[in-house]
């Protein structure tokens, strides 16, 4: 049973492009929630998202934005990226209260 | 700002010494949760704790939740080079869907 899935790995930009993140949730779980991680501090929650809808969002411009599909996994997108953006970005899946998460993707923004 | 302050912030011991972290907050939560996280890694979840005053044990590792469910802390006994990475707590409230994290103990054991 694979567990949470995160693509791709690492990516580099350049200021003012756009990224898209994805991620696939653990089998059996419906719910996506995305968390930035910034260097030596603990994940930050972006938002969550339950039945192809945004259910909660945390403290984040509109630049970020993301998406849910029927099969459950989920896509984060960043515009207008910023030099500030560059952190690691984890993907966590849930049925009940209970997250797991994938092995993030490593944003760097140049 | 963290809404849970961790304490300390780094920790270096021998290995076979025991060790204790500290997750605090001025906030309710319904459940209390604690993972560890290697470098370029995401969080592994260790515990998940919901009861005031529960103790949880896993191997050598003890997880206690406070009897107001405001704070909660971990020891390892007889720690092993094996338990080095970074420690976080993270609290959900109650009608709340995200996770809270602290900003983590970077946990490093000598051999």
């Known amino acids: 049973d694979a567990g949470v899935t995160q693509s791709p790995t690492h990516l580099i930009k350049t200021r003012g492009q756009q990224v898209t993140l994805r991620c696939s949730p653990k089998?059996?779980?419906?719910?996506v929630s995305w968390y930035q991680q910034a260097l030596g501090q603990g994940p930050q929650f972006i938002f969550q998202y339950y039945e192809e809808e945004e259910r909660q969002r945390g403290n984040f411009p509109d630049r970020f934005s993301g998406h849910q599909f029927p099969n459950y996994s989920s896509e984060l997108n960043v515009n207008a990226l910023l030099l500030g953006d560059s952190a690691l970005y984890l993907c966590?899946?849930?049925?009940?209260?209970?997250?797991?998460f994938g092995p993030g993707t490593r944003l760097t923004v140049l | 700002t963290q809404l849970l302050e961790q304490s300390p912030q780094f920790l270096s011991i021998q290995e076979g010494e025991n060790l204790t972290v500290y997750c605090n907050s001025s906030s309710v939560f319904s459940s209390l949760q604690w993972y560890r996280q290697e470098p370029g890694e995401g969080p592994v979840l260790l515990v998940t704790v919901v009861t005031g005053g529960e103790v949880k044990k896993l191997k050598r590792l003890t997880f206690q939740f406070g009897d107001a469910r405001k704070d909660s802390s971990l020891h390892i006994t007889a720690a092993q080079p094996g338990d080095t990475g970074l420690y976080l707590c993270a609290g959900a409230a109650s009608n709340d869907y995200k996770l809270s994290f602290g900003a983590g103990t970077t946990v490093t054991v000598r051999a």
């Open positions: 966590a899946s849930s049925r009940d209260a209970e997250q797991f």
């Open positions: 089998s059996g779980h419906d719910t």
